[in-house]
Nanobody, 116 residues
Framework: QVHLVESGGGLVQAGGSLRLSCAAS?????????LAWYRQTQGKQRELVAV???????NYADAVKGRFTVSRDDAMNMVYLQMNSLKPEDTAVYYC?????????WGQGTQVTVSS
């Protein structure tokens, strides 16, 4: 059973930084998985923030380009999201997603709150 656990969320002032981590367990060949970070605020759809492919290619939502960086450590089965220059509109629950062979797995989410 694949299990994802996010950590690193919290309360930060605008302009600050946070680093989210997502640990995966129960998975074979983590290195070939597509990994992504999504976020969701109350009453809104979950939106894609960043993706990192098995080859290390990355893609970002326009709203976070130049501020957020996604990375992965395949040896440790980890994916990270470095968030800099945070804005109040970045406030959301952040989820990591792992996709492999047509199956998607989600973590429980971690709250990020950015105060103005």
């Amino acid at each position: 059973q694949v299990h994802l656990v996010e950590s690193g969320g919290g309360l930060v002032q605008a302009g600050g930084s946070l680093r989210l981590s997502c640990a995966a367990s129960g998975i074979i060949a983590f290195s070939i998985a597509r990994l992504a970070w999504y976020r969701q605020t109350q009453g809104k759809q979950r939106e894609l923030v960043a993706v990192i492919t098995r080859g290390g290619g990355t893609n970002y939502a326009d709203a976070v380009k130049g501020r957020f960086t996604v990375s992965r450590d395949d040896a440790m089965n980890m994916v990270y999201l470095q968030m800099n220059s945070l804005k109040p509109e970045d406030t959301a629950v952040y989820y990591c997603q792992l996709s492999k062979f047509g199956s998607d797995y989600w973590g429980q989410g971690t709250q990020v709150t950015v105060s103005s």
